[in-house]
């Protein structure tokens, strides 16, 4: 796209996320308005040729695509309640972490005041902002992504999970279960260390290779829980059922809390109990997708 016609961006919200990419929409060349609720926190952005607003109302009206990195649903809602009549014709993109009803109720909002709504999760830090490292996640007005990916590619690679306004926070709050739960093991192996003298540190190097290895694991894993193919896993119900009971009466031994690995270990025992111990360990997503039949 020749330089004259890059899209005019706003930025509401000048935090941790939303100063960084303002500046990366300046560092890209696309004319930034920025709008802070503290306004000195976007002196840096004018220096480096970002154009301040003033209010919410000014700062739309100026943007064909309207960014809002902001704290929560109650901060959008509060900067973005007046701006109703400067909507028209805008396309607003909410990366304020969010929950799913949230996103779907902004998006109706937005769509009865004549603007497309995309609403975003952001995978990132602050400094890995417009870096591969960073991925954000989208979900609302298709057109709105389509029309914007470039725009959007500005802040991180950007992936889109459908018109479903909520979709994108339903992803992110499923990446967060997934890395809680590989954290909160990190952190009991840490304790267990403790008793043989390891300190986390040490451990931490040899951890995230491990956790390496498993990643690679995955497409195996949702290969045989997407068809529900448990027959031939390479690691079972009743081995796996073992292992986590030893690390259970290990923590016991050693006085470190059990409570990270007792849940695993009730579903690994209903499903021998259900006559499954010899399916693949991926098979207790038949319990965790069923919360009747997990809840029994
Ligand atoms: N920080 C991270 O590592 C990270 C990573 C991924 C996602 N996120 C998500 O990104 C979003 C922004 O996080 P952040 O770290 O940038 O937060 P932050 O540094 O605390 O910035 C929050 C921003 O929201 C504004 N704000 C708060 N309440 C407001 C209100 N009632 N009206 C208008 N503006 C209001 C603040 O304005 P003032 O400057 O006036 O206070 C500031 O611009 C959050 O939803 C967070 O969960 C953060």
Do not use: C
């Not at 004259?4 to 935090?15: A, D, I, N, S």
């Not at 509060?78 to 014709?89: D, E, H, R, V």
């Not at 259900?274 to 038949?286: I, L, T, Y």
């Amino acid at each position: 796209m020749p330089e004259q016609t890059k899209p005019h961006v706003t930025v509401l919200g000048l935090g941790r996320m939303g100063a960084p990419i303002a500046s990366a929409f300046l560092n890209a060349g696309y004319p930034t308005t920025v709008w802070n609720r503290t306004a000195a926190k976007a002196d840096a952005l004018v220096a480096q040729g970002a154009i301040r607003a003033t209010t919410t109302t000014e700062a739309v009206a100026a943007g064909q695509l309207v960014i809002a990195p902001l704290l929560d649903h109650d901060a959008v809602r509060q900067a973005l309640g007046p701006t109703a009549s400067a909507l028209q014709g805008r396309t607003l993109v909410n990366l304020a972490n969010s929950t799913p009803d949230h996103a779907r109720e902004l998006a109706a909002w937005a769509a009865g005041h004549g603007a497309d709504y995309l609403d975003g999760a952001m995978m990132a830090l602050p400094e890995t902002v417009a870096t591969p490292e960073a991925f954000f996640l989208y979900s609302g007005s298709q057109r709105a992504f389509t029309t914007y990916r470039r725009e959007l590619e500005v802040m991180a690679p950007a992936h889109y999970f459908g018109t479903d306004a909520g979709s994108a926070e339903v992803h992110d709050l499923a990446l967060l279960g997934t890395g809680y739960a590989a954290l909160t093991g990190f952190l009991h192996a840490a304790a267990l260390l403790g008793s043989v003298g390891t300190t986390p540190e040490m451990f931490a190097p040899l951890a995230a290779r491990w956790l390496h290895g498993m990643a690679g694991f995955l497409p195996e894993l949702a290969r045989e829980a997407g068809s529900a193919a448990y027959a031939d896993g390479v690691s079972t119900v009743d081995l796996n059922r073992a292992g986590v009971d030893s690390l259970i009466q290990l923590s016991r031994a050693s006085d470190i809390a059990t409570d990270v690995h007792e849940p695993l270990k009730a579903l690994l025992d209903r499903r021998s109990a259900d006559g499954h111990g010899r399916d693949s360990f991926s098979s207790v997503f038949e319990l965790l997708r069923s919360r009747g039949t997990a809840e029994r």
